[in-house]
Nanobody, 119 residues
Framework: QVQLVESGGGLVQPGGSLRLSCAAS????????MGWYRQAPGKERELVAA???????NYADSVKGRFTISRDNAENTMYLQMNSLEPDDEAVYYCNAVEKGWGPPISYWGQGTQVTVSS
């Protein structure tokens, strides 16, 4: 069973930075796509950024130019560098990984890490 563990969340002032990490219990080479989602109170979970196994990335319009997603296959870890944080970025951030094989895609989720943006 794959486990994804997020870390790096916390309290930051507007304009500040945080780096989230998502450590997998095994090789992340098995995942076709990995991504970060977030969910704020009363809102639906939304995609923040995703990265494919080949390195292609995509971002939500609201974070383009401020957030950077990356993956370190040797460390089995995915990252989200968040700069110029805004109050609207406050949410629980979840790590996601999708594995595609012969059957239906399998989606794995981490437990989430809270990001609070406040002065």
């Amino acid at each position: 069973q794959v486990q994804l563990v997020e870390s790096g969340g916390g309290l930051v002032q507007p304009g500040g930075s945080l780096r989230l990490s998502c450590a997998a219990s095994g090789s992340i080479l098995r995942f076709n796509t990995m991504g970060w989602y977030r969910q704020a109170p009363g809102k639906e979970r939304e995609l923040v950024a995703a990265i494919a196994s080949g390195g292609t990335t995509n971002y939500a319009d609201s974070v383009k130019g401020r957030f950077t997603i990356s993956r370190d296959n040797a460390e089995n870890t995915m990252y989200l560098q968040m700069n110029s944080l805004e109050p609207d970025d406050e949410a629980v951030y979840y790590c996601n990984a999708v594995e595609k094989g012969w059957g239906p895609p399998i989606s794995y989720w981490g437990q989430g890490t809270q990001v609070t943006v406040s002065s």
